[in-house]
């Protein structure tokens, strides 16, 4: 009659039928009245000594089965020559981690996975595969942060960490992009040499030497103690409450194409436009001043002075020299005008004066030459004075004269006296009693 063959849980595995050889599972099952039941019982000893051995997994397997895999690759998850444990439903890699190029279906919390496809490790933290390492995928190259040892030239060893990174259209052309390292600095031996790294490892982070445009972004708070707000910007307007200086004769160029410069050669200072047709110009809030043209190397003002101390441009001295000599300049005019007013009219221009000038020079009997000369001079008509003397050394009029000798002259019934005469000579007959005043 059949009999119930059970699992360890005491529930019915299978029902055997009598003289049957049953193989629902990976080892057969033998009814009553089976003849040479010997060598399926020892096939059957054997399949679990060896864990069913095979390169294919067991057929009909059940949970806890074993499994050895004898493939010389991954099967089912299972890794060469390791042995795998049946889940229910897959064979899982019995003390090591899944094996394979897809997710372990119905993974369980702490169960490992080797992802073929992209060399990582994987581990299974109860609602999904999270990735132990590396952490960079095989088809992305080598990139992320490595530990490594290496060796300086006097043989010590130093533990650094290498920052790669890969280029994604050539996975394996991965280099290092920065170092850190917590040891004084240290020159590397030939050995333990890299691309970008050739020579010093320096203290905290270090930039290859190699990688083209290689440097820090985004924002620091503070560098060497100093507040982010301390330092000048390169590439926006800022200002400085401090002094900057350039300690070299180079100088300082300012322009997107290096157009102005200022720079030193011995003790000269030269401030230069160095664009090809430029102009310099010194301006003030009013507009430009001074302009030094490119074309002619001359300097020119903006306007002719109005101050006294005003750079006097050629125009302008050209114009004040015109001005001066022109009949139509008003002030000429007035000065000219003013001379002429009180002269002759044989005197009133230059010509008549260079005229009478030559005259007398020439000894003529006309002009200049009738004039009477003040160190003395011989008059040769009349001598006319203008009123009568007022001062002692005045020269005398003859009406003075005789208003001064009527003026002293007696009456002629004064005091008896006879005839009174005035003239220049003795006069004739004359009475007892008569005056004669002889000039």
Request: glycine share 10%.
């Amino acid at each position: 009659m059949a009999y119930e063959v059970n699992f360890t849980n005491g529930t019915v595995a299978k029902l055997v039928e009598d003289g049957i050889k049953d193989s629902t599972y990976s080892v057969t099952l033998v009814g009553k009245n089976v003849t040479s039941y010997g060598e399926v019982f020892a096939e059957n000893f054997i399949k679990l000594l060896e864990n069913h051995a095979n390169t294919i997994a067991p057929s009909n397997p059940i949970s806890g089965q074993l499994w050895f895999n004898t493939s010389a690759s991954t099967v089912s998850g299972v890794a060469p020559s390791t042995i795998g444990v049946y889940n229910g439903s897959q064979f899982k890699p019995l003390g090591g981690a899944n094996i394979s190029a897809t997710e372990p279906a119905s993974p369980s919390t702490g169960d490992l996975w080797f992802d073929t496809t992209n060399k990582q490790l994987k581990i299974h933290d109860s609602s999904a595969f999270i990735l132990v390492g590396p952490l960079y995928k095989s088809v992305d190259g080598k990139s992320g942060a490595i530990v490594e040892t290496v060796t300086d030239t006097s043989a010590n060893t130093h533990l650094i960490t290498k920052i790669y990174n890969s280029d994604e259209n050539t996975p394996s052309n991965s280099v290092v992009v920065a170092t850190i390292s917590k040891d004084a600095s240290f020159t590397l031996a030939a050995g333990s040499q890299f691309t970008g790294f050739t020579s010093t490892i320096k203290p905290g982070i270090q930039l290859s030497s190699s990688v083209s445009g290689v440097q820090f972004h985004g924002e620091a708070t503070s560098l060497s103690g100093f507040a982010s707000s301390d330092f000048l910007s390169a590439i926006a307007n800022d200002t400085t409450s401090g002094t900057l200086g350039i300690l070299n004769d180079a100088g300082l160029t300012v322009g997107d194409g290096n157009d102005a410069k200022i720079s030193v050669t011995g003790n000269d200072v030269t401030i230069e436009n160095q664009t090809a047709t430029g102009d310099l110009v010194l301006a003030v809030d009013s507009g430009s001043v001074i302009t030094i043209d490119d074309a002619t190397t001359k300097a020119l003002v903006n306007a002719d002075p109005t101050v006294a101390l005003g750079i006097a441009t050629k125009q302008y001295v050209d114009t004040a020299e015109t001005d001066a000599v022109s009949t139509s300049n008003t002030y000429a005019d007035g000065l000219i005008a003013s001379l002429k007013s009180g002269a002759s009219a044989g005197y009133d221009t230059f010509a008549e004066v260079e005229t009478q000038i030559g005259n007398v020079s020439g000894g003529s009997t006309s002009g200049l030459a009738l004039k009477v000369a003040k160190s003395g001079d011989t008059l040769t008509g009349a001598l006319i004075l203008h009123a009568d003397p007022s001062t002692g050394l005045q020269a005398s009029t003859k009406q003075y004269v005789d208003a001064e000798i009527t003026r002293i002259t007696p009456a002629s019934d004064r005091n008896g006296y006879g005839e009174r005469t005035i003239s220049t000579s003795a006069p004739s007959g004359g009475s007892d009693g008569d005056i004669h005043y002889r000039y």
